[in-house]
């Protein structure tokens, strides 16, 4: 069952696993940093408080504050990292023209299984409890996966920027 969970150390191996099979290729909604992160335990232990820390405040100065998720799989105990999910609080301009208020991303292995529409249907429910009445969610104007998912969530078209789709989807 997918899920959305907040960053822990208990998921590292598959959370490292689940970053390299990324591997040159940026993982949206990650909140992949400067410099990247290493993949021992250690490593996961520094970003996953880094990460905890942007609900609060802005993890970079160009940054927003920001609820980071993993998404997940499986049973809680057993359950595997699959993909990441970033839910900003507010837009700055870079956001309101390209980035929007969710990002997210599903490691090659598992896509096509449904997890990112679960994935962003349990986000818009998150944004709701933010206060947000809509959510900004945007995709490349040549991923048809995202722009699958972002209109079976109710997404509604209100145009493309700089090479990205953006659409609005009501939280209520």
Known sequence: MTALVTPDVRWHASWA????EFGEAYPHGSGLG???????EAGCAAYVAWLLGAASHPIREDWVR????????????AAEVIGFLALRHELNDWLLEEGGHIGYSIRPSRRRQGHA??????A?????????ERALVTCDEDNDGSRGTI????GVYEDSRNGKRRY???TS
């Open 17 to 20: 696993a689940s970053m390299q």
């Open 34 to 40: 400067d410099p990247a992160p290493t993949y021992d």
């Open 66 to 77: 920001c609820s980071f998720f993993w998404i997940t799989d499986g049973d809680e105990d």
């Open 117 to 122: 529409s679960r994935a962003l249907a349990l």
């Open 124 to 132: 818009l429910i998150e944004a709701k409890g933010l206060g947000l």
């Open 151 to 154: 209109e079976a969530n109710g």
């Open 168 to 170: 609005w989807i009501a």
